[in-house]
């Protein structure tokens, strides 16, 4: 397992809220009665405690504003103003679709963060991994599930992240502790120099109960299907009104070796075009990520560097 302060991104999560959705969510969009808003309280208290967390020496470290569709929250722009004041630009991080109706952020964005990950998964060629097929349902050898668990892509790759219930070592695990009321640790300074030894309670209860350690099968995302094991669905068919209006397939617990690539929506030839909607510029960044310029910025950043280049004789 990963520790946290080793993470490149810790997200915080404005609400669960969205445009669409997408077939094996991540975030269990779909599953709850009503989604959530993060209060401007919580959000300060989850700034705050991330104020060291990026300075640590060594590689970038991200605070991530992830939803759901984070531009939803009807306080994102108090938010932004509140994150400028504590985080720097190049530590900030926005996880979005951009959707329509919100173009009137698109500077308010290129203010306040250095890196733009645009998810929008519209695409016919958007795959989703299980997250409501349970590991324990699959594994008859928990020694092996434990095995595939400790190996698992979402901690090699993912984050931790903070919703309204706490602090979650994995983003999957808070999605469930909000959909199951499971609260997550208290969010204050250093909360996140938690050792993987402290993750074991929340481990497992919540690993057990994901697949995404599992090598299954993928679904495409615009079917707007969940793929859900027979014990997570007697779980859910009281509270989710995804599962109540028969948006999902009952799994059949076969393990499958589907290596087909989920992310290929990516491309920045794709990214740029979500991003041109918003008169924004995306700009590959020294880190390899896109930074986002409102595009008058932009045309003054390229005549500043142009009017070096002069001033230098190039």
């Not at 709850?32 to 020496?57: C, G, T």
């Not at 470290?61 to 759901?68: C, F, L």
Request: with cysteine; aromatic share 10%; net charge positive.
């Amino acid at each position: 397992m990963r520790p946290i302060r080793r993470m490149e991104t810790i997200q915080i999560e404005l609400t669960n809220a969205c445009v669409r959705q997408c077939s094996n969510c991540t975030r269990l969009v779909g599953h709850f009665e009503k989604p959530y808003f993060l209060s401007f309280d919580h959000f300060k208290r989850a700034v705050d405690s991330l104020v060291d967390y990026v300075k640590q020496p060594g590689k970038l470290r991200i605070v991530g504003i992830m939803g759901g569709e984070p531009l939803l929250h009807p306080e994102f722009e108090k938010f932004c103003e509140y994150l400028r004041s504590k985080i720097p630009w190049e530590n900030t991080g926005l996880w979005s679709t951009f959707p329509p109706g919100k173009e009137h952020l698109g500077d308010v964005i290129a203010q306040t963060f250095g890196n733009v990950f645009l998810n929008d998964h519209s695409r016919e060629d958007v795959l989703h991994h299980p997250v409501l097929v349970a590991a324990d349902e699959i594994c008859e050898d928990k020694n092996d599930m434990w095995t595939a668990i400790n190996d698992c892509w979402i901690n090699k790759f993912w984050s931790a992240s903070i919703n309204p219930n706490g602090a979650y070592f994995c983003e999957v695990a808070a999605a469930m502790g909000m959909l199951f009321r499971i609260p997550g640790w208290r969010v204050e300074p250093g909360w996140w120099k938690t050792a993987p030894i402290d993750y074991a309670i929340q481990m497992r209860i919540f690993c057990s109960r994901c697949g995404c350690a599992m090598p299954l099968k993928k679904r495409y995302s615009i079917e707007e299907i969940d793929d859900v094991s027979p014990g997570m669905l007697s779980r859910l068919e009281k509270i989710s009104p995804k599962i109540k209006a028969g948006k999902y397939v009952v799994h059949d617990l076969k393990l499958y070796d589907d290596r087909r690539p989920t992310a290929t929506y990516k491309d920045i030839s794709w990214r740029k075009k979500i991003a041109d909607r918003y008169d924004l510029v995306l700009v590959l960044n020294d880190h390899g990520y896109m930074s986002p310029y409102a595009k008058v910025i932009e045309r003054r950043r390229k005549k500043e560097n142009k009017e070096k280049e002069i001033a230098a004789g190039l």
